[in-house]
């Protein structure tokens, strides 16, 4: 059975760095992508970006290019959302799913991680 | 603004069919069939019921079909149920530069 199964909720301070994660099961990791989606408080999905972690190939949607990182570790079939200085605006459910290598389709989802970002 | 465009809510009777419109451009849902849909439940990740246009996964009801005609793509739930009601989008492959765009989403009311 494919699982991906994501870290918890955080709550942090504006300024602040985080790092979220994601695990996958019950397939290849190293086979498909994995990417990540924005969910805004109230909102509709947004597509972030895509990694491979067979050889770390990683692409940005344009609106998020430079705003987060996306990285894995393939050793241990997980991939992470990172930012280095969070603002009030990050505030959103954040989801990883995998996405089909040729395709892009996104297929199985994670449960989300909720983040919010409050002075 | 989202990259495709759906409309913000769609009703129906229960036993009814609706159809929800996702519309893009030529760089997105006209230039490649690769158009999928997924149902959200309150609370709950996506999940997808519609691949590649007008693909079933496993699992998914035959009661949801999808169709395209140029830069439109159509998600139709026949016999809707009241588990259908939910919020849907579409989501399309958008080329190599900007990769997958979804649509703002639809709320789907069973009335």
């Known amino acids: 059975e494919v699982q991906l199964v994501q870290s918890g909720a955080e709550v942090k301070k504006p300024g602040e760095s985080l790092k979220i994660s994601c695990k996958g099961s019950g397939y290849s990791f190293t086979s498909y992508w994995i990417g990540w989606v924005r969910q805004m408080p109230g909102k509709g999905l947004e597509w972030m970006g895509i990694?491979?972690?067979?050889?770390?190939?990683?692409r940005y949607s344009p609106s998020f290019q430079g705003q987060v990182t996306i990285s894995a570790d393939k050793s241990i079939s997980t991939a992470y959302l990172q930012w280095s200085s969070l603002k009030a605006s990050d505030t959103a459910m954040y989801y990883c799913?995998?996405?089909?290598?040729?395709?892009?389709?996104?297929?199985?989802w994670g449960q989300g991680t909720l983040v919010t970002v409050s002075s | 603004q989202s990259a495709l465009t759906q409309p913000a809510s769609v009703s129906g009777s229960p036993g009814q069919s609706i159809t929800i419109s996702c519309t893009g451009t030529?760089?997105?849902?006209?230039?490649?069939?690769?158009v999928s849909w997924y149902q959200q439940h309150p609370g709950k990740a996506p999940k997808l019921m519609i691949y590649e246009v007008s693909k079933r996964p496993s699992g998914v009801s035959n009661r949801f079909s999808g169709s395209k005609s140029g830069n439109t793509a159509s998600l139709t739930i026949s016999g809707l149920q009241a588990e259908d009601e939910a919020d849907y989008y579409c989501c399309s492959y958008a080329g190599s530069s900007t990769y997958v765009v979804f649509g703002g989403g639809t709320k789907l009311t069973v009335l």
């Open positions: 990694i491979y972690p067979g050889d770390s190939d990683t």
């Open positions: 799913a995998r996405q089909d290598f040729d395709t892009l389709t996104p297929d199985y």
């Open positions: 030529s760089s997105d849902v006209g230039s490649y069939n690769l």
